[in-house]
């Protein structure tokens, strides 16, 4: 299984600031995917990111306040631009596993944004 | 989209089946019904999936009905590790969407 990494874990974040989330695969893959988990609630898809192409982005997202790189094909990195209170949440990123099984992810670990 | 319910919450007693149900009574014909769960602090993790035929891992058993409006998520000998919350979704074109989940405490 792939192995995904994020860094940083956690932050805390002062208002109107930005904090970039990196997202790192031990192997190629090619889509990459990014979530939000608010306090308390379930995974809401952010973007999906392709190596070589824009992120599509989910509705209620826009690439402004969330903007997305895909430098390589084992490498993303999530912007949250702006922040306020209401960004606090964990952020994830998944990849498809490559077994052949469609709808199987694997997620990182995760990075607990709290914003002041 | 295929939504998807689940109770809020259950309990199973250790090494005892923990049976999960989950309705999808809008699925489609080509949509799979996906589990996933996450334990706390930690990122989802894929279960087990299925279209029409029941099916087995070394993780779980997913038994569809056949009609497809719903499903059962079988863990046969819970152990207080398996404590998480448990999502059934539907998939349609690689689009995960999770719902409230369901979340298994296995008391000792």
């Known amino acids: 299984s792939a192995v995904i990494s994020q860094k940083p874990s956690r932050d805390i974040c002062q208002r109107g600031t930005s904090l970039t989330i990196q997202c790192q695969v031990d192997s190629q893959v090619t889509m990459m995917f990014w979530y939000r988990q608010q306090p308390g609630q379930s995974l809401t898809l952010i973007a999906t990111a392709n190596q070589g192409s824009e992120a599509t982005y989910e509705s209620g997202f826009v690439i402004d306040k969330f903007p997305i790189s895909r430098p390589n094909l084992t490498f993303s990195t999530l912007t949250v631009s702006n922040l306020s209170p209401e960004d606090s949440s964990i952020y994830l990123c998944s990849v498809e596993s490559g077994r052949g099984i469609v709808g199987e992810q694997f997620f990182g670990p995760g990075t607990r944004l709290t914003v002041l | 989209d295929a939504k998807t319910t689940q109770p809020t919450s259950m309990d199973c007693a250790e090494g005892r089946a923990a049976n999960l149900p989950c309705n999808h009574s809008t699925i489609s014909g080509n949509e799979y019904v996906y589990w996933y769960r996450q334990i706390h602090s930690q990122g989802p993790q894929y279960i087990i999936h299925g279209l029409k035929n029941n099916e087995t891992n070394e993780m779980a058993s997913l038994i569809i009905t056949e009609d497809r409006k719903s499903s059962t998520l079988i863990l046969p000998h819970a152990t207080l590790r398996d404590t998480a919350v448990y999502y059934c979704?539907?998939?349609?074109?690689?689009?995960?969407?999770f719902g409230a989940g369901t979340r298994l405490t296995v008391k000792p």
């Open positions: 979704i539907v998939l349609n074109n690689n689009d995960m969407r």
